[in-house]
């Protein structure tokens, strides 16, 4: 009868060792996903702490069961023995990477809010990030001991069970330390981009969207932010007015984007930014500053327009700029900074008078953005909306940091396939040398039969542009506002079509205008079909171009539409029968 009790108990034992085992081997596979899913935006952690302390109780468990008394004793047991003693080395061993790597990097995670990485009179807080580092390194020499420990463990005469479950630990023990060398790998990438590792400079691009351009506007100001150790401050400054628009190009370029876009693209600040692909733009915009201004080297370019600055400041609250003792609000951003402006100076001093209005507009913002008190999620919430519509993006010269930037609407880059949607864009660039396009109306609508048809399949986008300006208005604003061209007569913009990625363009078509506009010819850049035209509108006038692209047999995702990000914003319609 003892005997039986005692071997009644042990195999309790083995068992419940047993369940907390395999639970803890599924909450391994819960820990990597919820590493793998973690939101950057809200930096919430709770899934992986809530997976870890599942990790840790089922291991405890499984190694209290698995340590005792009677369990040892029968670990003697030929035929049995080998089965219990391979178990409580199995928890023996997990119960040690629990405590040195798992608990430990799951109590740094709680650190890592909003909060605690937010700038604080201008200073970011590094020193999380060291610790964040240490912690990893520290966990990752942890797995690699306790990798070592479950190849030592004997499961040669073992039920296979417990050979399988050796095996399957040993591999997500692998997949978990690959997962941390990646964000190792991240963490010395943002320790270098903000200079804990040498001083870092990077170019800040306020666009002008009143001048519209393929990517929102034209750079009318240019300002360096150095980034020391977490610390940032504005040490430079220019605008569009410092840079020649006629001592030759930049730096050159490939003839067809030239072709496209005509020899401004790399010879004028202002139309750096025509072409819809930012590393372009930036590369551009960095050679500007290189060969005209020089100092320190560049190491990435950063672009943000007003409409960005709306949403930030709706978070951060209204910014002072105490040299005009204007008060910049979320409301009144964009009127202010992309019309407003343009009529407090006399008609001679317009430009000198706004350039200077402009720096000091970068400085204020710049500070009570890296100042500011507000909610650290709503204010990176903030940031991704504006991410999301194209108004900020970034280019970094360094290859680990380009990599991060990879795949991400950051980048600023059109999608190089037709999965998982397919992209039709459309880009607009003013020609009138005017700040009109605050008046600027424009829609699109895509009509398309590609999830029905995907073996040929036809796109058509037509484009509409409306004129709000009234003649009044046109005849009465500075020329510095309506344009040098035409002087309020006309507004002349170009339309870019962008069809999807491998497809032809067949036919553009210009709507009537009383003052002009043309279709010109079509090309291709980034691996898609380009249509152009001009378009040229009185003041109050409305029309329409229409492109029509054929695609290629191939694989298709749903059609999408992607274009400039407009100061009214564009419009948007799509008709595709079949798409989910």
Request: proline share 5%; aromatic share 6%.
């Amino acid at each position: 009868m003892g005997v039986a009790c005692v071997v009644g108990w042990v195999a309790w034992q083995a068992v419940q060792a047993k369940d907390s085992l395999e639970r803890a081997q599924g909450t391994v596979t819960e820990l990597q996903a919820s590493l793998t899913s973690l939101d950057f935006t809200s930096l919430d952690t709770s899934a992986i702490t809530a997976s870890a302390d599942s990790f840790a109780t089922d291991v405890s468990d499984a190694r209290q069961h698995a340590n005792d008394p009677l369990f040892k004793i029968a670990e003697k047991v030929p035929m049995v023995g080998p089965n219990l003693t391979a178990v409580r080395q199995l928890t023996d061993t997990l119960d040690q990477l629990s405590t040195q790597a798992l608990l430990p990097v799951v109590d740094f995670s709680k650190t890592l809010t909003p909060d605690a990485i937010k700038p604080v009179d201008g200073k970011l807080n590094v020193e999380i990030l060291r610790n964040g580092d240490t912690t990893l390194q520290n966990a990752d020499a942890a797995i690699t001991a306790t990798t070592a420990s479950l190849a030592a463990i004997d499961t040669t005469d073992t039920v296979g069970q417990i050979g399988s479950a050796k095996t399957t630990l040993t591999s997500a023990l692998g997949k978990a330390q690959a997962q941390i060398a990646k964000v190792r790998g991240t963490l010395t990438t943002v320790e270098g981009i903000v200079g804990m590792n040498g001083t870092r400079h990077y170019l800040l691009a306020f666009l002008n969207n009143a001048e519209t351009t393929g990517l929102g506007g034209g750079p009318a100001s240019l300002s360096m932010l150095t980034v020391d150790n977490g610390s940032f401050a504005i040490t430079d400054q220019a605008s569009s007015q410092n840079f020649p628009l006629d001592d030759g190009p930049a730096r050159a370029l490939d003839a067809n984007v030239l072709g496209i876009y005509g020899q401004g693209v790399a010879s004028t600040l202002n139309w750096s930014t025509s072409r819809p692909d930012f590393p372009t733009a930036a590369l551009t915009i960095k050679a500007f500053w290189d060969k005209y201004k020089g100092g320190e080297t560049v190491d990435g370019v950063i672009s943000v327009d007003p409409l960005a600055l709306a949403d930030i400041l709706a978070v951060t609250g209204p910014v002072k700029v105490e040299a005009t003792g204007d008060v910049i609000t979320a409301d009144n951003a964009v009127a202010l900074l992309l019309h407003d402006v343009y009529l407090r100076y006399p008609k001679s001093l317009i430009g000198a008078e706004t350039d200077e209005f402009f720096a000091e507009a970068a400085k204020s913002i710049f500070a009570g953005v890296t100042t500011t008190s507000a909610n650290p999620a709503q204010l990176l919430t903030a940031i991704q909306k504006s991410v999301d519509s194209g108004n900020l993006m970034a280019w970094s010269a360094n290859a680990d940091e380009s990599a991060l930037l990879k795949g991400t609407k950051l980048e600023g880059v059109l999608p190089t396939t037709n999965e998982p949607q397919t992209l039709v864009g459309t880009f607009f660039r003013d020609v009138s040398v005017s700040k009109t396009d605050y008046y600027l109306e424009t829609g699109v609508a895509l009509q398309t039969d590609v999830c029905a048809n995907p073996n040929s399949p036809t796109f058509t986008q037509t484009v509409t542009l409306h004129s709000t300006i009234t003649t009044d208005e046109a005849e009465s604003l500075p020329d510095y506002v309506v344009g040098q061209n035409f002087h309020g007569a006309k507004f002349s913009t170009e339309v870019y079509g962008y069809g999807p990625v491998g497809a032809t363009i067949t036919n553009t078509q210009v709507g009537d205008s009383s003052v002009g506009g043309s279709a010109r010819p079509s090309s291709e850049d980034l691996g898609r079909p380009v249509g152009r035209a001009i378009v040229d509108l009185a003041p109050g006038e409305t029309t329409t171009v229409t492109f029509t692209y054929t695609g290629a047999a191939g694989t298709y995702g749903p059609p999408t539409l992607q274009g400039t990000p407009m100061i009214n914003a564009t419009q948007t319609a799509i008709d595709a029968p079949g798409c989910k």
